[in-house]
């Protein structure tokens, strides 16, 4: 499957030259001629990257990738006319992943993009674990089971994820309470109790990955 770079760009010249490069280069390309249209494009289109211009009419291309960082994690490279460090840290303040300076060599450009896409892909494999049909996304916080997604609350998750990074160790309750809720939690500790069992209620036939440690606490155990 393609992926689709997304170029929001006002000067035509320019996003025709990065547009035949990177059809070249065997990219899906979508163009966009502003910031309005650049946020609607990215709304309505699966993007893998955005190469985002700073000045462009409607909105500019600060403001779009903010509003993209609000809804995503895809890489941006910003395209500047300006060398300014001010434009360059508001633009990493707002998630942005790199910047291209024009005139820039097309050349160039596709390598920091085949660069900034492998390393997404590398980042995402290693986001992702897959216990023998448990599988956590902790870049998404999605958690299924046999490829069935579980609707987790923000504690429970918070308590698969210390479980799991936790594989083979036996955790007391008081511990358990510490880490997940926070040392300046002052409930009960059968508040580990109950949401171990919703947590192994929820997580079907791999509730045998928690086991009750008598006398103890819990304990995540996958061989």
């Not at 025709?16 to 990215?42: H, M, P, Q, S, W």
């Not at 840290?89 to 993009?113: E, H, M, N």
Request: hydrophobic share 40%; net charge negative; proline share 2%.
């Amino acid at each position: 499957m393609k992926d689709t770079i997304l170029i929001a760009e006002d000067e035509i010249r320019i996003r025709l030259l990065l547009r035949d490069y990177l059809v070249k280069e065997n990219f899906n390309v979508i163009e966009t001629k502003d910031g309005a249209e650049a946020i609607d494009a990215f709304t309505n289109h699966s993007v893998t990257l955005i190469i985002l211009d700073v000045m462009m009419p409607k909105l500019d291309g600060f403001q779009v990738a903010k509003f993209v960082r609000e809804n995503s994690s895809v890489p941006i490279i910003m395209l500047t006319a300006k060398a300014e460090e001010e434009d360059k840290l508001r633009g990493y303040d707002l998630g942005i992943d790199d910047y291209i300076t024009k005139p820039f060599s097309p050349k160039v450009l596709v390598a920091k993009i085949k660069a900034l896409l492998k390393r997404t892909v590398t980042e995402k494999d290693a986001a992702q674990v897959d216990l023998n049909g448990l599988v956590i996304n902790k870049l998404s916080h999605d958690v299924k089971v046999n490829n069935e997604t579980i609707n987790l609350s923000p504690k429970e998750y918070e308590l698969l994820i210390y479980l799991m990074e936790n594989n083979g160790i036996a955790l007391s309750r008081d511990k358990i309470l510490d880490n997940v809720w926070g040392l300046d939690y002052f409930g009960d500790i059968r508040t580990v109790d109950t949401n171990i069992k919703r947590l192994r209620e929820k997580l079907q036939d791999k509730s045998n990955y928690i086991t009750t440690v008598r006398g103890s606490g819990y304990k995540f155990e996958v061989k």
